[in-house]
């Protein structure tokens, strides 16, 4: 991805993009499938001494992360541990994410509060546990 430091600036860049012929992407395809997946997802800041854990509702699943809808929003970059109920296989999965980026109440009203979070440092065999979850459950909810 490309970043940009202000939002006019990205969607300048688009626009020339299109003006230019160059091929883009489904709008801004992702390496892996994405569900829409309703459950609850418990989490924490990863270096907070704290034991509380928030709780969320996960809105949809990749092999890369999760979005989360929420009341206690973290900021963008922090690195959290979070708890995925993915039953019945592979059940409670314990991860680590990064929040990507934060909805904003004007952009996404229907995802407010929320953030994405990437999985960070998940090991290939959490990943793989993922995968074949949204490829069991990724038909169902394509059609």
């Given amino acids: 991805f490309k970043y940009y430091s202000n939002e006019s600036e990205a969607i300048k860049s688009l626009d020339e993009d299109k003006e230019s012929g160059q091929n883009i992407p489904d709008p801004l395809r992702r390496r892996f499938k994405r569900i829409p997946f309703k459950t609850a997802i418990a989490f924490k800041h990863k270096f907070s001494p704290e034991p509380i854990l928030f709780k969320g ?14 009341e206690h929003v973290f900021r963008a970059q922090d690195l959290l ?7 019945p296989k592979p059940g409670l999965m314990e991860v680590d994410a990064r929040v990507a980026w934060v ?38 909810s394509s059609s």
């Fill in 57 to 70: 509702e996960i809105i949809n699943l990749s092999a890369e992360g999760v979005f989360v809808t929420t």
């Fill in 81 to 87: 541990e979070v708890k995925i109920s993915l039953l």
């Fill in 103 to 140: 909805a904003d109440q004007e952009l996404q009203p229907k995802d407010y509060p929320g953030m994405g979070l990437e999985f960070f440092n998940i090991t290939s065999a959490d990943q793989e546990k993922i995968i074949a979850f949204v490829e069991r459950h990724f038909t169902h």
